[in-house]
C-alpha cells in the first residue's frame, strides 16, 4: 500500500482522537515499560496547544506508533479521514462497524497523569 508522505509535517493532523477502554490499557501499558528517561523526554516536549500528547516532535513521528489508536491506523485512508497531501489515497468507506464505543477523547479527557 502507498504511504503517506509523512515527513516533515510535525503532527499537522495529530490532534486528539477518540479512544476506546481496550486502546487506552494498551497505550498505559506502553508507557509504563518505557524506559524512564525516553517517557519523561516525551512527555517534557513542546508541543502546539491541540496537538496530540504523544505526538513526539523531536523525532517527526508518533511516540507510541505501535499501540497507536485505530482512528490513527485508518487515517488518510478512508473517505472520511483524508489527507490534504495525498487525498487519492483515502479510497475507503468507513462502515458502521469500524465506529465504536469510546471511553473519550485522547489529549482532551485522558492527559499524561492518566498513564502514570
Ligand atoms: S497523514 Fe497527512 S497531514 Fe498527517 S502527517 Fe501524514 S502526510 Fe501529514
Ligand atoms: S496517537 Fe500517535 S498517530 Fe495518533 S494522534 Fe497521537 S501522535 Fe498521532
Redesign the pocket.
Known amino acids: 500500500m502507498e504511504s503517506?508522505?509523512?515527513l516533515g509535517?510535525k503532527?499537522?493532523?495529530?490532534g486528539p482522537v477518540p479512544v476506546t477502554e481496550n486502546e487506552l490499557k494498551r497505550i498505559k501499558k506502553k508507557i509504563k515499560t518505557m524506559p524512564s528517561k525516553i517517557r519523561s523526554e516525551l512527555e517534557s516536549q513542546n508541543r502546539y496547544f491541540g496537538t496530540c500528547i504523544f505526538y513526539d516532535i523531536n523525532n517527526d513521528r508518533c511516540g507510541i506508533h505501535s499501540v497507536r489508536p485505530e482512528i490513527c491506523r485508518m487515517?488518510?485512508y478512508y473517505k472520511e479521514l483524508v489527507?490534504?497531501?495525498?487525498p487519492e489515497l483515502a479510497t475507503k468507506n468507513m462502515e458502521p462497524s469500524d465506529f465504536k464505543v469510546y471511553a473519550g477523547m485522547l489529549t482532551i479527557d485522558f492527559t499524561w497523569d492518566d498513564f502514570k
Open positions: 503517506l508522505p509523512c509535517c503532527g499537522l493532523c495529530c487515517f488518510g489527507c490534504f497531501r495525498n
